[in-house]
């Protein structure tokens, strides 16, 4: 009988954990060791959803023990993995070195404030729990703080929320803002009145939603015009501080005065990338073979936002949730097939289409050539992220919380929460 391989996976994010599930099926192949720095995996689609006070942090959140304890050979460890040595084939983490004879990588991506990281002070992310109820607390904060300011020109100040980055995340905060103002707020203050909120989402290309057919990024731009939010495209950002947000539109030059800037632009993949000395993109993900392994390195696979798989029309696939389950599921078929001493297959990436919702019955989504807009493409998001989101438990209280604030304009997660747990 053949001895069983190590298979250690890091990061139990969409591509880690599928992969897991996959290799857990076969207990006399391989041992698995999944390894995270966060115990729970995150469902990010619903992020924006946190950050604007419609879920708690703990609907769109599993523990990833619970998610693979049915595979009695997956073991799960908590650990902040800085090192890859392909050479001596060992990872090496917070209080953690371990062997493996295959690795697969699905450390997913960072955020990329373009060489200007004193921005992300002024301008969260959001990419984590963390960075959501940081958001949602700046959201939260921004309306007090203008209720209690008698200054009319300090009050607009705070009453404006600018988002960075037109795409799928900037054109969903933008729309939910715009709701929490113009809905959920509007009896709940007296010296101001928080409809007069200023919500201003600012995008470089010529058009939001960029990665989306014209059609729909046009609907798109219409639709969160009618909800109140300000669209400035072909703008660029040359500086965010405490203040607010600099511009330039065709060399003209303007400020915008907000405390309140959300940065929704760029991602740069996982710094982890850099130790292992193979070919980057300009993304910083690591370039992988056809069947997802690292040049030079067959028993290394990375997959998901950490990866850089070109497609045969020359573009490389784009980062969704989607891409890096297929590629998660077929990394480890392909580690599988090669302890069996079968040749290993390429990765072929099946089209699920995308969707991006701008508010109350309100979205857009393509698949294969068919277009929806409005409230078909609505309805079909709201179902498409409770199918997918992880744990019957988180789906039905998402389902709960979804109908009451549709019905009642509410948001029950409107928590202030202090970023210091040791202030009194
Ligand atoms: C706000 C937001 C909205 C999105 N909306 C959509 C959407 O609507 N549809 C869609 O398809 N996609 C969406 N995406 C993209 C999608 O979430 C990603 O493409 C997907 O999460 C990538 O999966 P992954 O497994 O590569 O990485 P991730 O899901 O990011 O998982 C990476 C895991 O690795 C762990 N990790 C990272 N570094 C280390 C380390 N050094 N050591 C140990 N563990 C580590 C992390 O803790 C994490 O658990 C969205 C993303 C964001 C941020």
Redesign the pocket.
Known sequence: MKTKKNVVI???????LKAAKVLGAYPDLVNVTL????NY??F??L??QVATAALSPADIAAPIRALVSQFINVNVLL????IIDPQNKTII?KELLLKYDYLIL????THSYFGNDEWEEFAPG??TLEMATEIRRRILMAFESAEKEIDPIIQKVWLTFVIVGGG??GVELAGSISEIARLTLEADFRNINPVDSQIILIEAGERVLASFQDELSIAARIDLEKIGVTVLTKTMVTNIDGNGVKLKHSELESFIPSKTVIWAAGVKA?P?NLTLGTPLDKAGRLIVEANLSLPNHQDIFV????AHFDLPTGLSLP??????IQQ?GQAAHNIILSICGIEMKKFHYFDKG???TIGRKLAVMEFRGFKARGLFAWIAWLFVHIYYLIGFKNRFIVMFNWAWSYFTFGRGARLITKKDWRDS
Do not use: N
Request: glycine share 22%; charged share 15%.
């Open positions: 890091i990061g139990g994010g969409f591509g880690g390894i995270d720095r966060r995996h995150l990010q689609p992020l924006y650990s902040d993995i800085s983490g699905a450390c997913g991506a959001l990419k799928p995340t996982s982890i997959v998901g936002d950490q980062g969704l949730a989607s891409v890096a998660g995308q969707m991006a």
